[in-house]
Every structure is written in C-alpha cells, then in structure tokens.
T-cell receptor, first 115, second 110 residues
Framework: SAVISQKPSRDICQRGTSLTIQCQVD?????MFWYRQQPGQSLTLIAT?????????ESGFVIDKFPISRPNLTFSTLTVSNMSPEDSSIYLC????????????FGQGTRLTVV | EDQVTQSPEALRLQEGESSSLNCSYT??????LFWYRQDPGKGPEFLFT???AGEEKEKERLKATLTKKESFLHITAPKPEDSATYLC???????????FGIGTKLQVIP
C-alpha cells in the first residue's frame, strides 16, 4: 500500500482567504483523488487529478473554488479558495486503486476550520 | 444513482458485548464492497474488500460478510480500542469512483 502524507494536518483560516493543501505519495501514481468529509456526512469526491491534464470535477464542485495542481506523479495540491464557514471540513487525498475492484488508500486528512 | 446506507449511525457497546453494523447498497453491478475504519482526526484505514455474495473475511475481532443487497460488520467481544467510525463503500460510476456511506460511530465502554 502507498504511504500518503498530507500537509497541513489542520488549520484555522479567516473567511475570504485561501488555503492550499499538499499531498505527497511515496510512489508514482497516475490518478490522485481529493475528497471532502463534512461533519456528519460521508466522504464526497471533489475531483480526480491526473498528471499532465486538467482535473476532472464532480457535480457541485468547480475549478474556481477548488483549483488543483498535479505537477508530477507523486504530488498534488488542492486549494480551497475564498473560504466561508461552510468550507469547514476534513479534506482527504487518496491514490488510485491499482485495479478496478481494489481498495483506495487515504492520507491522514486536513481538518479545516473557517472562522 | 449508486447509494450506500449504513445503520445505525451510532452504537454504544459495553466491552465484550458483540454486535453488528449494517451496510445496504444499491449499485448497478457490484464490483466489490470495502470496509474502512476511521479514527478521529485521521483518514480512513482500509479493513476488508468483499467481492461476491456469501464471501466472509475476518481480522481480529471483526468479521465482514456480504449478501446481494447488504454487508455486515460483526464485532465479537469488542474492546475500547475498537471505538472508531466504520465506513462502508462501493466502486461506482466511473472506473475509479468510490461511493461511501455516512458511517457508524462505534463507542466501546470499558
């Protein structure tokens, strides 16, 4: 299984500002995934990040709000832009499953509080 | 649309009191079902993958089973360290998409 490191582990931010979350993987992977876990809710996929192409966003999520970078096969960033208290959540990075039916592995998450 | 429903949302057990968590799913063609454990402030930790109805997998005090419509996570003689949120998930939609349930928050009291 891959080792996935996320930074920061938590942050408290002022509304209107932006936060960039970093995800580093210890092996090369084609796809990386960004999830959001709001209090009392299930994990929701924000977008899929492929190296060398634009990220693919799920319904309800847009690039202007959640820009993603994927400069190489071991690293990705997710920015939460122009934050509001509704963006308070845990943000999780995940790497591709090696097969169609195999499990996903996750970083430890970034707990974001917007005040 | 693929759906995963977990029950109960919260469960409080005495140490040693066995119980089961439920995960019911609606997917167009099951390609597997995953169970994860999530501790507060951490990402989900993979536990099991089940691929077909009738399959069972065990790990320490946990046993996961699968039918055509639901999965159960049985916890035998739980200990306080088993306290966590248990998440169920299925591959759905596109090649790599995974749909998660809301989870069951388990608390085991000494």
């Amino acid at each position: 299984s891959a080792v996935i490191s996320q930074k920061p582990s938590r942050d408290i931010c002022q509304r209107g500002t932006s936060l960039t979350i970093q995800c580093q993987v210890d092996s090369q992977v084609t796809m990386m995934f960004w999830y959001r876990q709001q209090p009392g809710q299930s994990l929701t996929l924000i977008a899929t990040a492929n190296q060398g192409s634009e990220a693919t966003y799920e319904s309800g999520f847009v690039i202007d709000k959640f820009p993603i970078s994927r400069p190489n096969l071991t690293f990705s960033t997710l920015t939460v832009s122009n934050m509001s208290p509704e963006d308070s959540s845990i943000y999780l990075c995940s790497v591709e499953r090696p097969g169609l039916n195999t499990e996903a592995f996750f970083g430890q998450g970034t707990r974001l509080t917007v005040v | 649309e693929d759906q995963v429903t977990q029950s109960p949302e919260a469960l409080r057990l005495q140490e040693g009191e066995s119980s089961s968590l439920n995960c019911s799913y609606t997917v167009s063609g099951l390609r597997g079902l995953f169970w994860y454990r999530q501790d507060p402030g951490k990402g989900p930790e993979f536990l099991f993958t089940l691929y077909s109805a009738g399959e069972e997998k065990e790990k320490e005090r946990l046993k996961a089973t699968l039918t055509k419509k639901e999965s159960f996570l049985h916890i035998t003689a739980p200990k306080p360290e088993d306290s966590a949120t248990y998440l169920c998930a299925v591959p759905s939609g596109g090649y790599q998409k995974v749909t998660f349930g809301i989870g069951t928050k388990l608390q085991v009291i000494p």
